[in-house]
């Protein structure tokens, strides 16, 4: 595994799908402040994985100066099922810690599928990351962002309008250009 490349194709998404497309409006600015950390794990079993799971809360209950970390995972839950079943077991580490209400995990997977969705439909392509990643957001600056915000509620159905209007043939090619398959 290239570890470089993986990060650099996770840094390609993320300018071109999640703040190109402006898919979350809070990741922009977070971005540009240097404040998200990238880490590509070498974890080739969940029991690792867990671990480097806890070692990142650990890392951002020490450095306040980084606001979030992206725990990217090339080599383990590949299968969109077994990582969306995984998630269940990292909130449970997240109340082992104590850090429940501090810390929450967001899903990203390249095979991201919402609930009753088709594999291809564009509205996929909101939560589909070039690898599978577990995203570490303080609960706090979530709080903030979604209090200074407009309307919250509008973001999802944004995004599906904006990735419907563009189309899954677009969003494809776009994908592939990410360097990552």
């Known amino acids: ?7 650099a194709a996770v840094t390609r998404w993320l300018d071109t799908f999640v703040v190109g497309m402006n898919l979350c ?3 922009g600015p977070e971005i540009a402040q240097n404040r998200v950390r990238l880490v590509v794990s070498e974890a080739s ?16 209950v020490a450095e306040a100066t980084t606001e979030t970390t992206l725990l990217i995972h ?30 929450q995990i967001a899903s990203f997977h390249p ?7 088709a594999t291809e439909a564009p ?23 979604v209090d200074a915000h407009p309307n919250v509620d509008q973001i999802p159905e944004n995004n599906i309008a904006r ?5 899954a043939a677009r969003l494809h090619e776009l994908w592939l250009q990410l360097n990552c398959e």
């Open 123 to 145: 509205e996929n392509y909101a939560n589909r990351s070039p690898y599978p990643l577990l995203h570490i957001l303080r609960e706090s600056s979530v709080s903030r962002a």
């Open 74 to 103: 090339p080599l383990v839950l590949d299968d969109f099922l077994d990582y969306n079943d995984f998630l269940g077991v990292c909130d449970r580490l997240l109340q082992d810690m104590n850090a429940e209400g501090e810390f």
């Open 25 to 27: 409006p809070f990741a």
């Open 163 to 167: 990735l419907n209007k563009l189309g």
């Open 1 to 7: 595994m290239d570890s470089q490349a993986v990060s």
């Open 111 to 117: 095979q991201y599928r919402f609930a009753e969705t």
């Open 45 to 60: 079993d969940e029991d690792t994985l867990l671990a480097a799971l806890q070692e990142e809360v650990l890392t951002l």
